[in-house]
């Protein structure tokens, strides 16, 4: 299996070869191999920045020889006018790296900004906002960090380090008690040691929850406030517990406040605008 380093070299490579293909024919016909100059990252919106990490690793793979002069750093507060960096080098390298870099830092820096805003609705509280699976295929792993820089947490990274029993797994499987005895079956004869985590859509399947065990979790998917206050009351720090379904940025609070650890959100990644900037030659 992968590492999250190679999956991201990976996506580094891909996306030089989809946006380069066989060159760069505007800047090889018009710039000369020669040529050096600097170009900066201008902000252009307010927002939590994202994704300087990955510009270095960027620039790294497709000129070495280029060099970042890095002003702001990671989970930075950013405003229209703030330079982030300055790269210096070939103009060919910076030309041919800018789309890949700005595509990176916008759409990172966007879900940054958007659970920065998530993150701050909870302060005061115990409770986490968690992202989830909802990923652009292919950028997982540089979204999940852009929720970490925003002050979220991450869920699971995929469907190998979790084991996650939601609605359908429990239907074909034949009911709760049935998918938590073949979980615990499977993890044995593996040699697996993962947590486990299970949804319920309601307080009877909790109550079979509750008679069976052997969950780390439980997910209250979908519940009203209330719900989820007697919920929680009836698990009464035996098992974690997340709050999943429809919460909103106006509502996520009134859950936390139930108690729950977690509060799980897709639109993290799922629907996230980017954040607006540019790199300019200085």
């Not at 030089?16 to 252009?44: N, Q, V, W, Y």
């Not at 990955?54 to 750093?73: K, N, S």
């Not at 929680?232 to 940025?249: D, L, N, P, Q």
């Amino acid at each position: 299996m992968k590492t999250p380093d190679q999956l991201i070299d990976d996506l580094i490579a891909l996306a030089f070869a989809e946006d380069i293909g066989d060159g760069d024919h505007t800047t090889l016909c018009c710039i000369p191999d020669t040529e050096m100059g600097r170009s900066k990252l201008l902000i252009k919106e307010e927002g939590i920045l994202a994704g300087v990490d990955m510009a270095r690793r960027v620039f790294a793979a497709f000129d070495p020889t280029l060099q970042m002069e890095v002003f702001i750093e990671d989970g930075s507060h950013v405003k229209p006018g703030d330079v982030a960096f300055v790269v210096s080098g070939k103009v060919q390298s910076l030309l041919q790296t800018e789309r890949l870099m700005l595509n990176i830092m916008q759409r990172m820096s966007g879900i940054a900004t958007v659970t920065r805003k998530y993150a701050e609705r909870l302060e005061g509280l115990h409770t986490k906002v968690l992202d989830t699976r909802k990923t652009t295929p292919g950028l997982r792993m540089i979204e999940k960090a852009a929720v970490r820089i925003g002050g979220g947490v991450n869920h699971r990274i995929g469907l190998f380090d979790m084991i996650l029993l939601k609605d359908n797994h429990v239907d074909f499987a034949g009911g709760i008690e049935a998918a938590i005895t073949r979980c615990h079956k499977y993890l044995k004869e593996k040699g697996k040691d993962l947590k486990i985590e299970i949804e319920v859509r309601n307080m009877q399947e909790l109550e079979e929850v509750m008679r069976v065990g052997g969950v780390d979790r439980i997910m209250l998917d979908n519940f009203t406030p209330e719900l989820t206050r007697e919920a929680v009351k009836r698990i009464a720090g035996k098992y974690e517990t997340e709050s999943s379904g429809g919460i909103t940025i106006d509502t996520m609070r009134d859950y936390a406040e139930c108690g729950v650890d977690f509060v799980s959100v897709g639109a993290l990644t799922h629907s996230v605008k980017g954040l607006d900037m540019s790199f300019k030659a200085c």
